[in-house]
Nanobody, 121 residues
């Protein structure tokens, strides 16, 4: 059974920093794409950043220059460093993995349970 285990998050003042981590566990034979999404109250879930197994990265415009995503392919982890946080970054952050290759060769998508990030003074 594949699971995405998230850690990090919490309450931080504007201008502060947080680090989110996500590890994909289980019998995994490769993951095409890993990333982070967020959902604020009353809003749709949106992409924050993602990274392919080859290292191609996308960021949503509002986090460019402030957030950094990376990936450890052998460990199937995807940390997200968040700096200069703003109140509008407040949301539940979800880890996502797509193209997760199973022992049978099938490919699947998984989501983490979500972790709350609150930016407030």
């Amino acid at each position: 059974q594949v699971q995405l285990v998230e850690s990090g998050g919490g309450l931080v003042q504007p201008g502060g920093s947080l680090r989110l981590s996500c590890a994909a566990t289980g019998r995994i034979f490769g993951i095409a794409l890993m990333g982070w999404y967020r959902q604020a109250p009353g809003k749709q879930r949106e992409l924050v950043a993602d990274i392919t197994s080859g290292g191609t990265i996308r960021y949503t415009d509002s986090v460019k220059g402030r957030f950094t995503i990376s990936r450890d392919n052998p460990k199937n982890t995807v940390p997200l460093e968040m700096n200069n946080l703003k109140p509008e970054d407040t949301a539940v952050y979800y880890c996502n993995a797509r193209g997760v290759v199973s022992a049978t060769g099938g490919q699947y998508e998984y989501w983490g349970q979500g972790t709350q990030v609150t930016v407030s003074s």
